[in-house]
C-alpha cells in the first residue's frame, strides 16, 4: 500500500522558472511531512519540513504549501537554478516518540534547463 | 567531519554469497535505521535500531539481519544473496524520543550488486 504518492515522476524546468512537486498522504496519523534532497550518488538529505499545525512554511527559495484537509503538500522552489537539479522525495511520520519511521513517495527527477 | 558514512560504497557479488555492509555515525545519535533503494529510486525503511535494540522492522525477509554492537554502529548482515537484493542500501540516524520531527542523517549509501 503506497501511503504516500508524489507526482510527477519527473519534471523539467527553466532556468528562474519556479518547480512544482505534489504530494498527497493517506494515513492521518501522520505529523510530520520532510522533503530530501538526493543528488546523484550521494544519500537523500533533509531540505525543509513542515507540521500540519501551519499551512506553509518558506526556508529560502524552497516553500512547502500544506492542505491538512485534502491531504496534500506541495514543495515549490522559486527562481530554479540549475543546481536544483536533483531528484526531490516528500515523505511522512507520525507518532510520538521513538524511532521515526519515514514513508517516502515515489521522487521527482527535477531537471533544470540552464 | 563524515557524519554518517558505509562502507563500502559498491559491493558486486556472486548469487547465494553471504555479505555485509558496515555503517558508523558520529552524530551522537541512538537511533539508527537502515533503507533500500531500489532501481526506481523507491526508498523504503527496513529496520531501525536504537540504543542496540531492534525497534521497527518491516517484512523483510530474515536473510536480512541487522546487527548493532553499539549506538554508533549498525550493520547489515545478508544471507545467501539473490538478484532482487541488488539496489542502493542507506544508513541514517537520528536522534530518539522528540517525536516523528527528528531529522533523520543518511549515509553515502552502499550499491550492492549480486550477479
Known amino acids: 500500500q503506497q501511503q504516500v504518492k508524489q507526482s510527477p515522476q519527473s519534471l523539467i524546468v527553466q532556468k528562474g522558472g519556479i518547480s512544482i512537486i505534489n504530494c498527497a498522504y493517506e494515513n492521518t496519523a501522520f505529523d510530520y511531512f520532510p522533503w530530501y534532497q538526493q543528488f546523484p550518488g550521494k544519500g537523500p538529505a533533509l531540505l525543509i519540513a513542515?507540521?500540519?499545525?501551519?499551512s506553509e512554511k518558506k526556508e529560502g527559495r524552497f516553500t512547502i504549501s500544506f492542505n491538512k484537509s485534502a491531504k496534500q503538500f506541495s514543495l515549490h522552489i522559486m527562481d530554479s537554478q540549475p543546481g536544483d537539479s536533483a531528484t526531490y522525495f516528500c515523505?511522512?511520520?507520525?507518532?510520538?516518540?521513538?524511532?521515526?519511521?519515514?514513508?517516502f513517495g515515489q521522487g521527482t527527477r527535477l531537471t533544470i534547463n540552464p | 567531519d563524515t557524519a554518517v558514512s558505509q562502507t563500502p560504497k559498491y559491493l558486486v557479488t556472486q548469487m547465494g554469497n553471504d555479505k555485509s555492509i558496515k555503517c558508523e555515525q558520529n552524530l551522537g545519535h541512538d537511533t539508527m535505521y537502515w533503507y533500500k533503494q531500489d532501481s526506481k529510486k523507491f526508498l523504503k525503511i527496513m529496520f531501525s535500531y536504537n540504543n542496540k535494540e531492534l525497534i521497527i522492522n518491516e517484512t523483510v525477509p530474515n536473510r536480512f539481519s541487522p546487527k548493532s554492537p553499539d549506538k554508533a554502529h549498525l550493520n547489515l548482515h545478508i544471507n545467501s544473496l539473490e538478484l532482487g537484493d541488488s539496489a542502493v542500501y542507506f544508513c541514517?540516524?537520528?536522534?530518539w524520543g522528540s517525536g516523528s520531527t527528528d531529522t533523520q542523517y543518511f549515509g553515502p549509501g552502499t550499491r550492492l550488486t549480486v550477479l
Open positions: 515523505a511522512a511520520s507520525g507518532g510520538r516518540g521513538g524511532a521515526q519511521k519515514l514513508v
Open positions: 513542515i507540521r500540519p499545525d501551519v
Open positions: 541514517a540516524s537520528s536522534h
